[in-house]
């Protein structure tokens, strides 16, 4: 009987052992490009996803239930002109960035939240990009006036892999000091493999006033998830659920040549 009880232990250590980590999860918004010259089209498409980047694997994303992008101190709603579209087996949504005058152009998602039973919890990734246009550099560090944003302290555009990005964590209009920043590269054709699970998502703390800095390694499209709880709960089941926000943003990091 102990011998029983033991071999059942060892078991469920080893099951237990090569159980896979736990992938992070990022909002995403992705456009064709994030700077557009007076010599390029002046509509930009927009890809938006909830994605294990690194890894290229999906869930799907509802309809968010906020789309819109933020020039000039106007906002403007994306939302109708999203297009339900499937990557892999996974849905995802398509949109469009109209040019129409000079500066930065911020967009934003704000997602329904997103079971996730593995977790045992809900997820709402408030996520955002900044396309710059016509050589107004203006406007980037503008807030959208998302519940979790991260607001760029360096500009988010124009940056060479090897430069360094910064960035101010706000939750509910506060600093947000010692909260996780989870850092992770989008590796849609694979070539960019991790030698182990530590190397997939990056971690970086955030100080006292709700800083970090973090070293773009090499060229392509990085996201950044600023992580907290929050003190609401959804209710799922009769019950209360923890809910995790996270403020993302995506940036570009250009190679250098």
Known sequence: MRRAMLALMVLSLSL????PPVAAHFGMIIPERNTVEAKDPKTVGLSFMFWHPMENQGMD???????????????????????????????????????????????????APYWEPSEDKFIIHYTKTVVSALGLMEGWDQPVGQKIEITPLTRPYGLWAGNSFSGRVVFKGQPLANADVEVEFYNPDGKRKAP?????????????NGQFTWTLPWPGWWGFAALTEDDQKIQKDGQDKTVEVGGVIWIYAHPVK
């Open 196 to 208: 182990g699970d530590p190397y997939v998502a990056q971690v970086v703390k955030t100080d006292a």
């Open 16 to 19: 237990l052992w090569a159980a």
């Open 61 to 111: 994303l509802a309809q968010p239930t906020e789309a819109g992008v933020l020039v000039g101190g106007k906002k403007t709603d994306l939302l109708p002109g999203l297009k339900a579209q499937k990557k892999g087996q996974r849905q995802t949504w398509a949109g469009s960035l109209a040019i129409k005058q000079p500066g930065d152009y911020i967009v934003y998602m704000n997602p």
